[in-house]
């Protein structure tokens, strides 16, 4: 009972050391024990009106994403919404990281808004990690663990793969012969 009244006030991901940091020295349980006890939480909470989840920043107690659209009506601010740019961006980093904005740059083949940067930072789901020993040093981006926790996500590992790149010559030339095996014939036999 401690261990749920403790995530439902922490409003933010518990980790298990700061769990254990809640007992007194001298009542504090063992590692082990905290870590059972969450996994009964998880059980009892299943198909119930709230859940308790791991994410990279420890454990939380939050909506199951199937009653959002009940929940959200309770804010009046709409959701985010985050441009293509921006997710790609957002996407580069995650799958690349540590990456430059000139290589953001390259692979979108557009220059990077400082506001998309900026919105990303802001938000914590980036951070600059270092620099490339290059002329210039530019700024090495990666992802945080704010961006874990929003995703819900315990490492990256837990992302979804990636679709395979297409060859652009091979998908026109599938539907330069779907289109003319579509065509009708315009030649009459011989009669």
Partial sequence: M???????????????ERLLEVFPESER??????????????????GRGMELIEVASGFRLQVPLV????????????AAHYSRALLETLALIAYRQPITRGEIEEVR???LSSSIMKTLQE???IKVVGHREVPGRPALYATTRAFLDYFNLKSLSELPPLA???DL???????????????PQTEFPDV
């Fill in 123 to 125: 938000r914590d789901w």
């Fill in 29 to 46: 349980p063992e590692r082990d024990a905290v870590r059972k006890a969450l996994l009964e939480l998880m059980r009892d909470y299943a």
């Fill in 164 to 166: 395979a790149p297409r």
């Fill in 2 to 16: 401690i261990l749920e009244a403790v995530l439902l006030a922490a409003g933010e991901p518990l980790s298990l």
């Fill in 109 to 111: 083949g557009v220059s």
């Fill in 67 to 78: 009653y959002s659209p009940w929940v959200s009506r309770l804010w009046e601010e709409r």
């Fill in 169 to 183: 010559d091979a998908i026109g030339a599938t539907l330069e012969q779907r289109a003319a095996q579509a065509r």
